[in-house]
């Protein structure tokens, strides 16, 4: 079975500063990864999602995510943030034989401060 | 527009009582999930369907049953064998249920039993 390690549950940061999310997940077979972002009392929205490829994924919002298949990494990263990027951002992965379930991590609470 | 609606956004349940949640969706999806939210747990799998007539247990089902009866809709209903009911209770869907399908979510309902 799959799981998803969130290294941070709360990451600080200032407006215009870079910030990195952190998410490793463990599995025994390929999968598929994502991030999704909640904002208060909402549901998720999707960022982004590794499905093959280029192991650099470009996401909406200005957000990317590297896969490092050696590391079992998929770590989230911003060059510059918004305070309106202050919310909750989820790592989830799906096991490519497994169809559509998804784990997901514990989520990062992101909060930009001016 | 299209999307997915979870009614009602708050519900309140006294102890002992079963409940039903609302989540219809109009994207013609052929997949639909249930999710628990607990604070610093993340999301937790409570059941899914994948096509109309039948779904399958998530990770944590007991005390919850569903039913799917029309592809639009997919009812979760919290019966008094649930210990710890209150969370709050998201309604995904996908295209057709497969591993690299990015879930659509819906706004969530808030339950808290008194």
């Known amino acids: 079975a799959q799981s998803v390690t969130q290294l941070d549950s709360q990451v600080p940061v200032f407006e215009e500063a870079p910030v990195e999310l952190r998410c490793n997940y463990s599995s025994s077979v390929s999968v598929y990864l994502f991030w999704y972002v909640q904002y208060p009392n909402q549901g998720l929205q999707l960022l982004l999602k590794y499905l093959s490829g280029s192991t650099l994924v470009k996401g909406i919002n200005g957000f990317e995510a590297e896969f490092n298949k050696s590391q079992t990494s998929f770590h989230l990263r911003k060059p510059s943030v918004h305070i309106s990027d202050t919310a909750e951002y989820f790592c989830?992965?799906?096991?490519?034989?497994?169809?559509?379930?998804?784990?997901f991590g514990e989520g990062t609470q992101l909060t930009v401060n001016p | 527009d299209g999307g997915i609606t979870q009614s009602p956004k708050y519900l309140f349940r006294k102890e002992g009582q079963n409940v039903t949640l609302s989540c219809e969706q109009n994207l013609n999806h052929d997949a639909m999930y249930w999710y628990r939210q607990d604070p610093g747990q993340g999301l937790r799998l409570i059941y899914y369907?994948?096509?109309?007539?039948?779904?399958q247990k998530g990770d944590i089902a007991e005390g919850y049953s569903v039913s799917r009866e029309k592809k639009e809709s997919f009812p979760l209903t919290v019966t008094s064998a649930q210990k710890n009911p209150t969370a709050f209770y998201l309604c995904a869907s996908s295209i057709a249920g497969g591993a690299a399908d990015t879930q659509y979510f819906g706004p969530g309902t808030r339950l808290t039993v008194l």
């Open positions: 369907s994948q096509i109309v007539n039948d779904f």
């Open positions: 989830a992965v799906s096991e490519r034989t497994s169809g559509s379930r998804l784990t």
